[in-house]
């Protein structure tokens, strides 16, 4: 049974930081693409960025290069999305995923149930 569950979420102002966490049941943990969607209100999902199986690579979402890191404890069966200088356009429900080997990252195989990040102006 795979589940995803995101935590962290909440009410920010604008240029704060908040750091998203995921703990994932995934098996074997180190063999999946990790990363994260977000969906906006009344808009579509989209990409955020993700976190190669070992953790050695990243790819961004070029709305968040430079101000995100995401990170993840293969130990611990977490990843996590780190955002600095958030912005109101940034409010959204953030979603974990997960895609198997040789799966494509636009097509996440699993999903979580996502948290909520409001950021204030």
């Known amino acids: 049974q795979v589940q995803l569950v995101e935590s962290g979420g909440g009410l920010i102002q604008a240029g704060g930081s908040l750091r998203l966490s995921c703990r994932a049941s995934?098996?074997?943990?180190?063999?999946?693409?990790l990363g994260w969607y977000r969906q906006a209100p009344g808009k579509e999902r989209e990409f955020v960025g993700i976190s190669s199986w070992n953790g050695g690579a990243t790819y961004y979402a070029d709305s968040m290069k430079g101000r995100s890191t995401i990170s993840r404890d293969n130990a611990e069966n977490t990843v996590s999305l780190e955002m600095d200088n958030l912005k109101p356009d940034d409010t959204a429900v953030y979603y974990c995923?997960?895609?198997?080997?040789?799966?494509?990252?636009?097509?996440?195989?699993?999903w979580g149930q996502g948290t909520q990040v409001t950021v204030s102006s």
């Open positions: 995934l098996r074997p943990f180190s063999y999946f693409t």
């Open positions: 995923i997960a895609v198997k080997m040789y799966g494509n990252y636009l097509q996440p195989d699993y």
